[in-house]
C-alpha cells in the first residue's frame, strides 16, 4: 500500500514557475506504477492534469501541454510536475495518484495559489 505524498507547492506571481513533487512516504518505487496529477479547485470537479505510464508515456490535459512536464527521477523514486507560465486559473489544490493492478492510491494534495 503506498502512502502518497505531495510537496511544492506555494504562491507564485503569474507566469512564475513551481515543480510540484510526489513521492511515497516509505520510499516504494513508483516505477511499476503509472502515475498521474490531478487538480481540484473550490466547486470544481477533479481534472487530470498529466500523466505518466511506467513505460515511459506522458499524456497532457489540453490546458497543460504546453506549459507543464512530468517526469520521473527513479533514482529518488518521486514523480514531479514541472509547471511554467502560471496562470491565475491554474490556481487549485494538485494531487497526485498512482495506480497498479486496478488499485489507486492518492496523496492529500498540495495547494498552488497564482496571484500578483
Known amino acids: 500500500q503506498l502512502h502518497l505524498v505531495e510537496s511544492g507547492g506555494g504562491l507564485v506571481q503569474p507566469g512564475g514557475s513551481l515543480r510540484l513533487s510526489c513521492a511515497d512516504s516509505k520510499a516504494t518505487s513508483l516505477s511499476f506504477y503509472t502515475v498521474e496529477w490531478y487538480r481540484q479547485s473550490p466547486g470544481e470537479q477533479r481534472e487530470l492534469v498529466a500523466g505518466s505510464g511506467s513505460g515511459g508515456s506522458t499524456d497532457y490535459a489540453h490546458f497543460a501541454r504546453d506549459r507543464f512536464t512530468i517526469s520521473r527521477d527513479p533514482a529518488k523514486k518521486t514523480v514531479y510536475l514541472q509547471m511554467d507560465d502560471l496562470r491565475p486559473e491554474d490556481a487549485a489544490t494538485y494531487y497526485c495518484?498512482?495506480?497498479?493492478?486496478?488499485?489507486?492510491?492518492w496523496g492529500q494534495g498540495t495547494q498552488v495559489t497564482v496571484s500578483p
Open positions: 495518484s498512482a495506480g497498479l493492478g486496478g488499485f489507486t492510491y
